[in-house]
């Protein structure tokens, strides 16, 4: 056989060492290819080939056996836009105000539906501790000197308020000559 393999790798134009090197290539693709393959279980049917309905079954482990289960899967945090838009739902939730209840929404409508007036007149606005008027007292005042209980300020004026001094001729005004005040002109009452 080997003559006929000489004679034929001589006919074809190979030498012997070549085809042997082809040949021994050849047969360790065919002895790994299983390998490669992740070791094909034996048995597996061909294509067409029913398999045999009398497969044998897989051991069933004694009871004294221990059967080690394979470690639960570690969740990872998913890093997509999906899972960052769930982390600023669940921020938002507490950074906005709770919704009202029907009951407290029905208590703030029947506040504003109770009979109240717009009255007009002048009451001064009283200077809070930062410097800036506080209108609230005024308004109060306003609407109790036309009978109502309170009132909360609708419209404001202002006015500035100076020594007889700075109308001298030939004075200068200084920063404590003048001073601006602050009325409450029109007030919703209750």
Known sequence: MADATDDLLHATGLNFARARVVMAGLALSIVMAPIDRGWAQAGAPAL???PSAQQPLPAQPQP???????PAPVEHENPGLIN????????????????????????GLSDLA??????????ACVMA???????KLGADRLCQSKGFKEGKSLDTDASEKC????????????????????????ALCQ
């Open 64 to 70: 004294s056996q221990q059967i080690e289960l394979p």
């Open 129 to 135: 501790s930062n410097g800036a008027p506080d209108c």
């Open 114 to 123: 109770r009979p109240s007036s717009m009255v007009t007149g002048r009451a």
């Open 84 to 107: 960052e838009i769930g982390k600023l739902f669940e921020k938002s939730k507490s950074i906005l105000p709770s919704l009202t209840s029907p009951g407290e929404t029905m208590n």
């Open 48 to 50: 067409g080939v029913q």
């Open 163 to 186: 020594s007889p001094l700075v109308y001298l001729p030939g004075h200068k005004r200084g920063p404590n000559d003048c001073k601006t005040e602050n009325f409450v002109i029109r």
